[in-house]
């Protein structure tokens, strides 16, 4: 083959390789606020977000609860002293995740940064955490509405993380999840049951303490529970300030009947009515 003939058809290879193959690993940008951390192989990708989204804390309605020890066990992460990892659990669309996302808006500038991994990159988890354990910023790794099925093995680096395994615990990140159940993992009726039945499990108990010793491993717990109508109505009106508008009476007449058409009083359903409601044209708002 001539030269010139077995370089273009080597450079043709290439090419298509290049789109099967990952991206060249990169520094990250230790400048962002916020990251994505993504799997590829046994390793991963800390992908910097320039633009979070992050909100003050004053904007959430009916979790001053749950806000005041989340805020307090932050500040406790950021002052160096002994804190503790999150798991947020309870009805859905009640600030969990707005919690986490606003923490970021108040803390950035002591040190605060967010790392948001899915649950199907934990099993990576481990070689995230070796490249934060030297930096100087505190790092909460952020699992939103985390779950797992059976068979599920991702749940055991989320295990080490929490716990640290033989290593200690990496001084400088902390796991806050939210899920909408408390048990991260499935359990069954059968398994309640005294006897084992056919081809069951010989130790069923110890099988069900697997289950629950995810949870078992967040320090902290946070419950959440559904709104109520002043709660929804607060959460509307703060949002409709995010977007310097007012809450008068249509407006609160139209964030009553949005509830309605959803079926659903919720932070969720508040932050929706607000963006729908900033979005029309005043003649349209009072045609409602």
């Known amino acids: 083959m001539?030269?010139?003939?077995?370089?273009?058809?080597?450079a043709s290879v290439l090419?298509?390789?290049?789109?099967?193959l990952p991206p060249e690993a990169a520094d990250p940008d230790w400048r962002a606020l916020a990251y994505r951390?993504?799997?590829?192989?046994?390793?991963?990708?800390?992908?910097?977000?320039?633009?979070?989204?992050?909100?003050p804390l004053g904007r959430l309605a009916a979790v001053d609860t749950q806000m005041r020890r989340l805020v307090r066990n932050t500040e406790q992460f950021?002052?160096?002293r002994p804190a503790n990892s999150v798991l947020?659990?309870?009805?859905?669309?009640?600030?969990?995740?707005?919690?986490?996302?606003?923490?970021?808006?108040?803390?950035?500038?002591?040190?605060?940064?967010?790392?948001e991994v899915d649950k199907t990159d934990l099993v990576t988890l481990p070689a995230l955490l070796g490249v934060l354990e030297k930096r100087p910023e505190k790092f909460i790794v952020?699992?939103?509405?985390?779950?797992?099925?059976?068979?599920?093995?991702?749940?055991?680096?989320?295990?080490?993380?929490?716990?640290?395994?033989?290593?200690?615990?990496?001084?400088?990140?902390?796991?806050?999840?939210?899920?909408?159940?408390?048990?991260?993992?499935?359990e069954y009726m059968d398994e309640n049951l005294a006897t084992t039945g056919s081809r069951g499990e010989v130790h069923p108990k110890e099988a069900v303490e697997e289950?629950?010793?995810?949870?078992?491993?967040?320090?902290?717990?946070?419950?959440?529970?559904?709104?109520d109508q002043n709660d929804y109505l607060q959460a509307a009106e703060?949002?409709?300030a995010d977007f310097g508008l007012p809450f008068d009476e249509t407006a609160r007449k139209a964030a009553l009947n949005w509830s309605l058409t959803r079926g659903s009083r919720s932070g969720r359903t508040a932050w929706q009515f607000a963006v729908d409601w900033a979005g029309r044209l005043p003649e349209e708002r009072a045609a409602d």
């Not at 289950?211 to 529970?225: A, H, I, N, P, T």
């Open 211 to 227: 289950k629950v010793s995810l949870s078992d491993r967040f320090g902290l717990w946070l419950s959440f529970y559904p709104f």
């Open 142 to 186: 952020f699992c939103d509405d985390l779950s797992f099925e059976s068979g599920d093995e991702t749940y055991k680096a989320l295990k080490t993380a929490l716990d640290g395994g033989l290593s200690q615990r990496c001084a400088n990140v902390l796991v806050y999840a939210t899920s909408n159940r408390r048990h991260l993992m499935p």
């Open 78 to 80: 950021l002052a160096g």
């Open 2 to 10: 001539k030269p010139a003939k077995f370089f273009k058809l080597a």
């Open 238 to 240: 703060n949002w409709l």
């Open 88 to 115: 947020m659990t309870g009805a859905r669309g009640t600030g969990k995740s707005s919690l986490v996302k606003a923490l970021l808006h108040e803390y950035a500038s002591d040190g605060l940064r967010l790392i």
């Open 15 to 20: 090419r298509r390789l290049d789109t099967l």
């Open 37 to 55: 951390w993504q799997s590829i192989g046994r390793k991963g990708v800390l992908e910097s977000l320039p633009e979070p989204h992050t909100f």
